[in-house]
T-cell receptor
Framework: GAVVSQHPSWVICKSGTSVKIECRSL??????MFWYRQFPKQSLMLMAT?????????EQGVEKDKFLINHASLTLSTLTVTSAHPEDSSFYIC????????????FGPGTRLTVT | LAKTTQPISMDSYEGQEVNITCSHN???????ITWYQQFPSQGPRFIIQ???TKVTNEVASLFIPADRKSSTLSLPRVSLSDTAVYYC???????????????FGKGTRLSVIA
């Protein structure tokens, strides 16, 4: 089946630094990918929609200058958390809809970000 | 997307059948009902999807009454490995073909006890 990978699976960074998270569709092309954030014991919250060849669409309340999204190719989207702060510590998950008409979206395994 | 309501948590013993009900009173004619499973520190995983009546796969069954205002996910003979959060989603583009993101509610935290 279709697989979505994320890298890294976990990362620790210091406040003020930037961190890049990669999301790849391994065996299918995705013109659109989605980025979610999940805090402990909470549900997934949509952050933005990543569009290949155009700008990302951000949800209300998500700072586009802080969470930079680049859909570099049909199989890769990156999320860069700039000037990270401890409150950015969270579990970041991406997803991609498969091109064929199957009844699901494929999610990556997630990236655990800890900002110290 | 139609709003959904699920129990916050459920407990079950191993080997029992677990039924998780989701209310979606404002479901639209074109909406499908989809359930996802999420283990700790992992991305969600598709379990099952249906439109009406009953759907069954190797993992679960989904029961949808005629008025479609609710649905019940049934997990037969659960094991410890079924401990997870289960999300009910309702929408008309859950296949993702229109590039619509999924909107997750709070989900139901199932704890399976030995």
């Amino acid at each position: 089946g279709a697989v979505v990978s994320q890298h890294p699976s976990w990362v620790i960074c210091k406040s003020g630094t930037s961190v890049k998270i990669e999301c790849r569709s391994l065996d299918f092309q995705a013109t659109t990918m989605f980025w979610y954030r999940q805090f402990p014991k909470q549900s997934l919250m949509l952050m933005a929609t990543s569009n290949e060849g155009s700008k990302a669409t951000y949800e209300q309340g998500v700072e586009k200058d802080k969470f930079l999204i680049n859909h570099a190719s049909l199989t890769l989207s990156t999320l860069t958390v700039t000037s990270a702060h401890p409150e950015d510590s969270s579990f970041y998950i991406c997803s991609a809809p498969p091109p064929t008409s199957v009844n699901e979206q494929y999610f990556g395994p997630g990236t655990r970000l800890t900002v110290t | 997307l139609a709003k959904t309501t699920q129990p916050i948590s459920m407990d079950s013993y191993e080997g029992q059948e677990v039924n998780i009900t989701c209310s979606h009173n404002n479901i639209a004619t074109n909406d499908y009902i989809t359930w996802y499973q999420q283990f700790p520190s992992q991305g969600p995983r598709f379990i099952i999807q249906g439109y009406k009546t009953k759907v069954t796969n190797e993992v679960a069954s989904l029961f949808i009454p005629a008025d479609r205002k609710s649905s019940t996910l049934s997990l037969p003979r659960v094991s410890l490995s079924d401990t997870a959060v289960y999300y009910c989603l309702v929408g008309d583009d859950l296949q993702g073909s229109g590039n619509t993101p999924l909107v997750f509610g709070k989900g139901t935290r199932l704890s399976v006890i030995a």
